[in-house]
C-alpha cells in the first residue's frame, strides 16, 4: 500500500471523510497526529471501541503519531444515545471506568516505544482541561463559535428531539465538548485528524469546525463504517449483550467463539477489518469459506488473531485448546478451571456429584427427559462423559469425572453438548 490511507480503505476501514484529496496528502507528507477518544460510561471498553483502536494501531504501525483520548469530563455526560437519556455516573463511579479503560487500551497501542514503533502513542484525559475551566469560560470561550439552528441538525440530537422524551441541555451540549478536545489537541500537540465511528459523524465535524473557526486552519476527520453482518444485524451482540474488550465481561473464549461463529458471507470483511493478514492471505481464506465452508478455516483465523490481539497468545491458546477439547479433538483433562468454567458458561446443564448415575447426570443436565431415554442413549453409544463413550448403563461419575472438581462435560449424539456442574455443598 502507498500509504495508510489506502490500506485503510482496501480493508474497508473508511465510510466518511473530510476533504479526501487533502486528507491523503497529510497523510503522505506526515507523520501527523491523530486521536479517537473513548467515554468511560462503562467499566469496560466493546466492540465498538475496538473498530478504533485498530484504526489507531494501523496509524501508529505507519509511523504515525496516536492520541488515545479518555474521557473524564464527556464520561460525566454522555454522548446523546438515540431514544433516551442516559442515567449520569457518579463521579467515583466514572473514575474507576477511565483507570480500567486505560488500561484496556494499551494491548492495542505502542505507550513505551517498545516495539519499534516511530512515535510512541499518548494517552489523555480530557478532565486535565475541562476540570480547572469554568462554565462562563466554557461559553464565552467555545459557545460562541456554535449555532443552535445547526447543532439541531446533527442526526443524534435530531433524532431526539423527535422522540416523545427530547433531549436535556446537558446532551444537547455533548458535542461542544467533543469539539473541544479537538481544539484543545490540536494546540497542544499538532493534532490535524480525529477517527470515530460514522454514528460519531456530527460531533466529530463539529470539532473540525471549532478548529477552523478559532484557529483558521483546516484539519481533518475519518470516520470507519458500521459493521453488520449478512442479514444486516449489528456485529458487537450476543443475544442482546455487548460484546466486551475485559475478560471479566465478555470471557476470552466468549469472545473467540463469537467471531468463530460469524457468517460466511462477513468473514473476509472482517478478516481485512481486523487482522493484519496480506490480501493473498485473506483471499485464500475467502476462497476456503466457498469452497470448504465446513472446516471453517476463515472464522478459526478470524477468532484466533482477535484473541491474541486483544487478550494475547496464552489466552487464545487456551481458548482454542477447550473449543477443540469440547468437540472431541483434544484432553478435556488438561484444561485449566477458568478456562473450563469460561468454556462452559453458556452451555445447558444441572446439578451432578460424584456416585451420580450416568443415566441421572443425562438427565439432570437435560440432555434427555427420561432416564429410559438416557439408558437408550447409551445403548446406542450415544453418550459420553468427558469426550469418552459410556457403554454401561449402571455407569456413576467418580470423583476424577468432575474436572478440576467443578464440572463434567457429557454428550449425546454428535452434537448435543451439556454441563454437569458440581453440586454445592
Known amino acids: 500500500m502507498s500509504s495508510v490511507f489506502d490500506e485503510l480503505q482496501w480493508r474497508g476501514s473508511v465510510a466518511l471523510s473530510t476533504d479526501e484529496s487533502a486528507l491523503r496528502e497529510a497523510i503522505e507528507n506526515g507523520p501527523i497526529t491523530l486521536y479517537c477518544g473513548f467515554d468511560p460510561t462503562a467499566p469496560s471498553l466493546h466492540f465498538g471501541n475496538f473498530v478504533q483502536l485498530v484504526v489507531l494501531r494501523r496509524f501508529q504501525l505507519a509511523g504515525h503519531r496516536v492520541i ?39 494491548p492495542f497501542l505502542d505507550f513505551d516505544g517498545t516495539t519499534g514503533v516511530a512515535h510512541p ?3 489523555v484525559d480530557n478532565l486535565d482541561w475541562f476540570g480547572p475551566m469554568s462554565a462562563l469560560d466554557f461559553l464565552r470561550e467555545v459557545g460562541k463559535h456554535f449555532r443552535v439552528n445547526q447543532m439541531v441538525k446533527k442526526e443524534a440530537v435530531a433524532r431526539r428531539l423527535e422522540s416523545q422524551e427530547g433531549i436535556s441541555y446537558t446532551e444537547f451540549s455533548y458535542q461542544l465538548l467533543q469539539a473541544l ?23 466529530i465535524t463539529a470539532g473540525v469546525d471549532l478548529v477552523h473557526k478559532v484557529e483558521g486552519v483546516s484539519v481533518h476527520a475519518l470516520a470507519t463504517p458500521l459493521l453488520t453482518d449478512a442479514a444486516g444485524v449489528k456485529y458487537g451482540k450476543s443475544e442482546g ?19 468463530l461463529n460469524v457468517d460466511d458471507a462477513s468473514v473476509g470483511a472482517l478478516l481485512r477489518f481486523f487482522t493484519d493478514r496480506s490480501q493473498p492471505e485473506i483471499e485464500e481464506l475467502e476462497r476456503a469459506a466457498r469452497e470448504e465452508p465446513f472446516r471453517r478455516a476463515a ?37 485449566d478451571a477458568a478456562t473450563l468454567v469460561d468454556a ?5 446443564g444441572g446439578e451432578v456429584h460424584a456416585g451420580m448415575s450416568v443415566v441421572d447426570a443425562l438427565v439432570s443436565v437435560g440432555l434427555v427427559d427420561s432416564r429410559n431415554a438416557a439408558r437408550r442413549a447409551i445403548a446406542e453409544g450415544g453418550a459420553s462423559v468427558n469426550g469418552v463413550k459410556v457403554t454401561d448403563a449402571n455407569a456413576v461419575l467418580a470423583e476424577a469425572d468432575l474436572l478440576a472438581g ?8 454428535r452434537k448435543s453438548l451439556a454441563a454437569g456442574r458440581a453440586a454445592a455443598l
Open 68 to 106: 488515545c483520548l479518555v474521557g473524564g469530563s464527556t464520561g460525566l455526560i454522555g454522548d446523546p444515545k438515540p431514544t433516551s437519556e442516559r442515567v449520569l455516573k457518579t463521579r467515583e463511579q466514572t473514575a474507576a471506568n477511565v483507570a480500567r479503560i486505560k488500561a484496556l487500551v494499551r
Open 121 to 123: 502513542a499518548m494517552l
Open 181 to 203: 478536545d479537538y481544539l484543545e489537541l490540536y494546540r497542544t500537540h499538532g493534532c490535524v485528524l480525529q477517527t470515530g465511528g460514522s454514528d460519531q459523524w456530527g460531533n
Open 241 to 259: 449483550n455487548a460484546i466486551w474488550l475485559s475478560a471479566d465481561m465478555t470471557s476470552a473464549y466468549a469472545f473467540y467463539q463469537y467471531f
Open 299 to 335: 472464522q478459526k483465523a478470524l477468532a484466533a488473531d482477535i484473541v491474541t490481539l486483544v487478550h494475547g497468545d496464552p489466552a487464545r491458546q487456551a481458548v482454542v485448546a477447550a473449543s477443540e477439547a469440547l468437540f472431541g479433538k483434544g484432553d478435556l483433562r488438561a484444561l
Open 344 to 348: 462452559t458458561a453458556e452451555l445447558p
Open 406 to 413: 467443578l464440572v463434567t462435560i457429557l454428550r449425546r449424539g
